[in-house]
């Protein structure tokens, strides 16, 4: 089955804005966490951002506070990641990441902490 896919990534120029998707056709997101991890080249996967619940407070990086902006629809089974002001630092791969069911937040910025990952989207920005 398909789980988690990403989509909406490209290549955008600094100052751009980019709306990402995560779609979770395999997944009931009501009592999941989700959360936005991003790899560039020659770095190790970071946390971006979180939104653990529908309707929780998001969760971010300082690396991408003020500029990103992290939602979801769990009717839809959709989260969104919201990206504006891009900088070149933001060229990475992105991902959507979902936690089992029921799991506590003890750390939603851990990787450990999620199971379901999607295949990730490419996002490029030049100067």
């Known amino acids: 089955q398909v789980y988690v896919e990403e989509s909406g990534g490209g290549l955008m120029q600094a100052g751009d804005s980019l709306r990402l998707s995560c779609v979770t056709p395999g997944l009931n997101l009501d009592s999941r966490g989700m959360a936005w991890f991003r790899q560039a080249p020659g770095k190790d996967r970071e946390f971006v951002a979180s939104l653990w619940r529908e309707t929780d407070s998001p969760v971010y990086a300082d690396s991408v506070k003020g500029r990103f902006t992290v939602s979801r629809d769990n009717a839809k089974k959709t989260g969104y990641l919201q990206m504006n002001s891009l900088k070149p630092e933001d060229t990475a791969l992105y991902y959507c990441?979902?936690?089992?069911?029921?799991?506590?937040?003890?750390?939603?910025?851990?990787?450990?902490?999620?199971?379901?990952w999607g295949p990730g989207t490419q996002v490029t920005v030049s100067s």
């Open positions: 990441a979902v936690s089992k069911r029921d799991t506590i937040a003890s750390d939603p910025a851990a990787r450990r902490t999620y199971t379901y």
